[in-house]
């Protein structure tokens, strides 16, 4: 099986065409076996695609292609922010595409659209359409017998925002509980998030089938809006997490988010 190694200011993901899974292949075990970070390739998730019908070129240069994520877990994901963008650089690396060209990328969270702003070597930057952040709301949940004020929405997936302190400490004794508190049927992804200036905004992530990552696309995305809606923000943010800042606008077009993913290597597996 042919892969290739991508990541996005470090949360790092495995990309597999659809066509090189062995007939009958357990994705969620092989998801599992390849992420593991000793005995396998090491990823934080899988990514399987295949390109769509209309996948050729189109005016513009734009090209379409579906895709499938399961986390590190094995457990099943709707769409990543930097997935999608590690994805679309790997195919506008192999297709040569310019500056300016686009990328549409099919996810269960819907279709986003990145353009490409950046290209340098084995380092792409896009700017990707998200689409409006969903089900937005304020809400008190028990933690251990701790109220804790969050912020929950769907930014294509399920997201839970904590506004306040941002510590190592909080994110394993809050962040890593909320991730399977009950109150999220499905699981959430969960960000501690600091307003520390209104045009920047410091998180920590606890991602859902994964634990704590270096960024998160639709993390930044959800920190953002929590921030914007609740805490002050201005409505174009940097999203600072411990790979690097990135960048969100929330427009009345929806939210777009702006970062680089880095090719690292292919491999045979």
């Known amino acids: 099986m042919k892969l290739v190694k991508a990541h996005a200011y470090g949360n790092d993901f495995l990309l597999m065409a659809a066509t090189e899974l062995p007939a009958g292949a357990d994705r969620s075990a092989l998801a599992r076996s390849l992420c593991e970070r000793h005995r396998g390739v090491g990823a934080d998730g899988l990514i399987v695609f295949s390109f769509t019908p209309d996948a050729s070129h189109r005016s513009g240069g734009g090209s379409s292609v579906r895709m499938d994520l399961l986390n590190s877990d094995g457990s099943y994901s709707e769409v990543s922010g930097n997935g999608v963008r590690c994805l679309a650089a790997s195919i506008a690396k192999s297709r040569d595409a310019q500056i300016g060209e686009s990328v549409a990328i099919e996810t269960d969270a819907g279709v986003k659209t990145l353009e490409l702003l950046a ?92 634990g704590p990552t270096e960024a998160s696309g639709t993390g930044a995305c959800a920190a953002a809006v929590a921030a914007m809606r609740y805490g002050g923000a201005a409505r174009d943010v940097q999203v600072v997490s411990p790979g690097g800042a990135q960048r969100v606008e929330w427009t009345e077009g929806g939210l777009f988010l702006t970062g680089w993913a880095e090719l690292v290597a292919e491999a045979i597996v």
């Open 119 to 210: 290209l340098e070597g084995r380092r792409l930057t896009f700017r990707a359409a998200m689409g409006q952040p969903e089900n937005v709301a304020r809400r008190t949940i028990d933690v251990d017998g701790t109220a804790i004020d969050a912020v929950t929405l769907r930014v294509g997936n399920p997201q839970c925002v904590v506004l306040g302190e941002v510590s190592e400490e909080r994110l394993h004794a809050i962040a890593a509980k909320l991730a399977v508190h009950p109150v999220f049927p499905a699981g959430s992804n969960v960000e501690l998030a600091m307003i520390e200036a209104p045009d920047r905004v410091r998180i920590l992530i606890w991602e859902r089938g994964v």
